[in-house]
């Protein structure tokens, strides 16, 4: 029942840029608004029930329509992080921001869709997880929503279960951990055995690389040698651990001939093993999280133990070559995918490992800080293009996950989720304005140049800078995502040529 209109710039339908919104509320169903962007040229784009039903040039503007002046900003596809914990168990607590305070978070940072990762226990059945996180999530989001599977353990039931989640549930993305020993941790075989399956169903299988062996004997290591504070933790986990996880990975992808989907890299080695599989034809897509573009290690040693500790997350914050070392990554296509890894926790949670940092909650914020980060780092400071950050931001998570182009285009059928981009208009990061529960933001302080004006769910405004969040918490649906995404394409083709060089092998000793 909602109408956008927006007039673009470019013939790119990921961005737009748009000199006027004009909303209508409709009498019959309240709260739902007829959304009318209007722009200086070129085309416009009419939406029509959530969704974008027409580009053309001047569309005319019915009566009743309210107008919302968008001089000067750029209409994009609303952003989509594929990495974040709501309401997660971890660490003997559950992070502190769940479906509801996430989302309102995800549209105020000009976000309109997160993917969520549901964690069984390690005895515990997916489905029976899968049936936790429908419930925590049912009628307590702002915007769309869906999820990853996590496989903790290998067994047939696991298997079975992945299959059912991959076909009836639209769950076709499953993590892996080789951290977390003794509780999320899985073993070699077991995560080979795991994205063999995971290719025979289409889902894409993703890492977190770290060794958890190493971590373990490192953080023993350092504990002992009388380091007990938050400044231990990315001393017992160095980049040495990570490039030795992601050399694995994606060696098992190879070996599986796979596509991987490598988390949160957070270090030059990291992305240069990625580099290395990518260029052996190893189908590798790079994640780096907003924590890792914009922060480094000295945070953890922070005289204030608290600010220190909200600092700590794994992998860990590193060096400030790493973190220039990511965003070239970035900008030479090694890693394609932005994420915030939103795992928040409160002073209180953090302070059960006050006597040892391997006690601390790992997890930092970031769902509302992302966009604005990327833009004001990357895009203020030439690093990259307007048109790139569109497509780190929301494009290339949604090609990658298979949502596309519901999602992560300005394009007719797709969704009417849109984030309209202020460049002229300043946002300070603070714990005081922003969404999360936590009483500490890292990014405090941090002053940003561009930010939403407006976040558009659905076709109804979720999200105005000077109004605040005006969506309610069941706008947000789940989305359920096809199996066998993009990163699939090449996979039977290269199975044929692996075979016929066996054979070719085989022929020759014969
Ligand atoms: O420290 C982190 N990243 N916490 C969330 C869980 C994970 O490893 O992604
Ligand atoms: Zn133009
Ligand atoms: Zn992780
Ligand atoms: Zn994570």
Not at 453 to 469: D, K, P
Request: hydrophobic letters at 40%; glycine letters at 8%.
């Amino acid at each position: 029942k909602s109408k956008i209109v927006t007039k673009s710039c470019s013939d790119d339908l990921a961005m737009r840029i748009a000199s006027r919104l004009l909303f209508l509320l409709t009498e019959e169903i309240p709260g739902v608004s007829h959304i009318f962007v209007v722009e200086n040229h070129h085309s416009d784009v009419l939406c029509d029930n959530g969704v974008i039903v027409q580009i053309a040039e001047n569309i005319p503007i019915r009566d009743g329509w309210e107008v919302v002046d968008a001089q000067g900003m750029f209409v994009m596809p609303g952003g989509i992080d594929p990495h974040v914990h709501l309401d997660m168990p971890f660490m003997g607590t559950h992070s502190i921001d769940d479906f509801e305070s996430g989302t309102r978070c995800a549209i105020a940072g000009g976000t309109t869709h997160v993917i969520d990762f549901m964690i069984p226990p390690r005895t515990g059945s997916l489905l029976e997880t899968y049936r936790q996180w429908a419930e925590k999530s049912q009628g307590k989001a702002y915007c769309d929503y869906g999820f990853h599977a996590c496989v903790t353990a290998w067994n047939d039931k696991v298997a079975k279960e992945l299959a059912v989640l991959a076909r009836e549930h639209g769950v076709t993305s499953c993590k892996h951990f080789l951290a977390y020993k003794g509780s999320l941790m899985l073993a070699a075989p077991e995560v080979i055995a795991s994205f063999t399956l995971c290719k025979q169903l289409g889902i894409l299988p993703m890492v977190h690389a770290e060794d958890g062996e190493m971590v373990a004997h490192q953080q023993r290591v350092i504990f002992e040698s009388g380091i007990h504070g938050p400044e231990g933790h990315p001393l017992s986990r160095p980049p040495p651990m990570e490039a030795l996880a992601v050399r694995m990975s994606t060696s098992f992808a190879e070996l599986v001939n796979c596509p991987i989907y490598i988390v949160h890299n957070s270090c030059r080695e990291a992305a240069l093993e990625i580099r290395i599989a990518q260029e052996r034809g190893v189908r590798v897509i790079g994640e780096v999280i907003v924590a890792h573009l914009m922060r480094d290690r000295s945070a953890c040693s922070d005289p204030d133990w608290d600010l220190a500790a909200a600092h700590v997350l794994s992998p860990p914050l590193r060096a400030p070559e790493d973190m220039q070392a990511l965003w070239a990554a970035l900008q030479a296509g090694t890693l394609t995918v932005t994420g915030s890894d939103h795992c928040a926790f409160t002073r209180a949670q953090k302070r059960a490992g006050k006597e040892d940092f391997r006690l601390i909650p790992n997890g930092m914020l970031g769902i509302e800080e992302r966009m604005l980060a990327i833009w004001e780092r990357g895009v203020n400071s030439g690093r990259i293009s307007r048109e790139e950050f569109v497509n780190m931001t929301s494009t290339a998570a949604a090609r990658v996950f298979n949502l596309y182009p519901r999602k992560g285009a300005v394009a007719v059928g797709s969704d009417a989720d849109l984030v309209v981009w202020d460049p002229a208009l300043e946002r300070v990061i603070s714990a005081r304005t922003h969404q999360s529960r936590a009483e500490i933001n890292p990014l405090e302080g941090t002053r940003c140049l561009g930010a939403p004006s407006v976040t558009i769910v659905g076709g109804r405004l979720a999200y105005h800078h000077l109004r605040g969040v005006l969506a309610r918490p069941d706008w947000g649906r789940y989305v359920p995502r096809p199996a066998f995404g993009s990163a699939f394409s090449l996979v039977p083709r290269r199975d044929t040529v692996i075979q016929e060089e066996r054979a070719r092998m085989a022929a020759l000793r014969a």
